[in-house]
């Protein structure tokens, strides 16, 4: 508490933005963001230098252990919103162009899916969602892309928005597809068809239906 009073004002804004992560890490281009580029290399140095910050394979930076609880009331939730809003139109090009790069911040982009999801913020927890579901298919990573298609199919019945539901079940009725879960893809995808359909879906119920 006694180093963290000591910071400047964008070391603190650093050590803030860290902590809405909950332990992620996050690439040194996005937190270069925070405070500008002319500034963030030699902050993230000197708080790395101090222990309050860890730098991560891969050119990533996430917050030292202890350091959050020593915060006073910073507000975490106005951080988590600039993340959500930063990561949305980051991880939507990528996507596109390279996505093997997302797979870099998944776990900083997964943990704000989920406080999305508790905060009600549906529509973020579902953009998110779609944002890196695929990269996470490509890398295998199941339980994380279980976890947060099951978090957007929640998010979009909370909302009423029954075109990402149903892509959320058309996701999850072809995973389960493929793991030879018959009756429980059957189920998904059926409801999905329906609900597609109902939508005036053509596309989306003819890639439904292929199943």
């Known amino acids: 508490a006694t180093t963290l009073a000591g910071l400047s004002r964008p070391e603190r804004k650093t050590i803030a933005a860290l902590a809405a992560l909950d332990g992620a890490p996050t690439q040194s281009e996005h937190l270069a963001a925070v405070v500008g580029p002319d500034a963030a290399a030699l902050i993230r140095r000197e708080l790395t230098e101090r222990g309050l910050i860890q730098q991560t394979p891969g050119n990533g930076y996430r917050l030292a252990g202890g350091v959050a609880p020593a915060l006073a009331e910073p507000d ?84 009423g928005l029954p075109a990402a539901e149903a892509w959320a079940l058309h996701q999850q009725g072809t995973r389960a597809l493929l793991e030879g879960r018959t009756d429980e893809a059957r189920a998904a995808l059926q409801r999905a068809l329906a609900m597609r359909q109902a939508l005036g879906d053509r596309i989306g119920a003819e890639l439904t239906g292929y199943h």
């Open 76 to 159: 975490l939730a106005a951080w988590r919103e600039w993340w959500i809003d930063l990561y949305a139109r980051w991880a939507c090009f990528q996507k596109h162009a390279n996505p093997a790069l997302l797979l870099r911040d998944t776990d900083a982009i997964r943990a704000l899916i989920r406080w999305a999801a508790a905060a009600g913020r549906h529509r973020d927890v579902i953009r998110l969602t779609r944002a890196i579901e695929a990269a996470l298919t490509l890398d295998r990573q199941w339980r994380a892309w279980s976890e947060i298609v099951e978090l957007a199919r929640g998010a979009a019945v909370a909302a």
